[in-house]
């Protein structure tokens, strides 16, 4: 059974920081692609960061992608995001899925086949 379980979120003020986790069953990295994606209230999902076991560059949203990293631990099979110097905008329900697609259309849902639930983020003083 394949799961992705996203965790890390919570309550920060703004310039804090927050790592996310995506612990995955059910498959090895090298299989996949694990991409993070947010959505805010009211806003269309947006795509994070995607990264790849395998040969290759990580990819971020150009405005996130001095502010996010993106890692993997393989051995852990988790794939981790932090996010530094959070703002207000920040907020949203941060999701990880996974896809065999791996590239510069990182960002289309559509390319997904596995999601985790999601963790809330709230940035707010």
């Known amino acids: 059974d394949v799961q992705l379980q996203a965790s890390g979120g919570g309550l920060v003020q703004p310039g804090g920081s927050l790592r996310l986790s995506c612990a995955v069953s059910?498959?090895?990295?090298?299989?996949?692609?694990i991409t993070w994606f947010r959505q805010a209230p009211g806003k269309e999902r947006e795509g994070v960061s995607s990264?790849?076991?395998?040969?290759?560059?990580?990819f971020y949203s150009e405005v996130l992608k001095d502010r996010f990293t993106v890692s993997r631990d393989n051995a852990k099979n988790t794939v981790y995001l932090q996010m530094n110097s959070l703002k207000f905008e920040d907020t949203a329900v941060y999701y990880c899925?996974?896809?065999?697609?791996?590239?510069?259309?990182?960002?289309?849902?559509?390319?997904?086949?596995?999601w985790g639930q999601g963790t809330q983020v709230t940035v707010s003083s």
């Open positions: 899925a996974a896809g065999r697609y791996y590239g510069t259309s990182y960002y289309l849902t559509s390319m997904y086949d596995y």
């Open positions: 990264i790849y076991s395998g040969h290759g560059p990580t």
């Open positions: 059910g498959f090895t990295l090298d299989a996949y692609a």
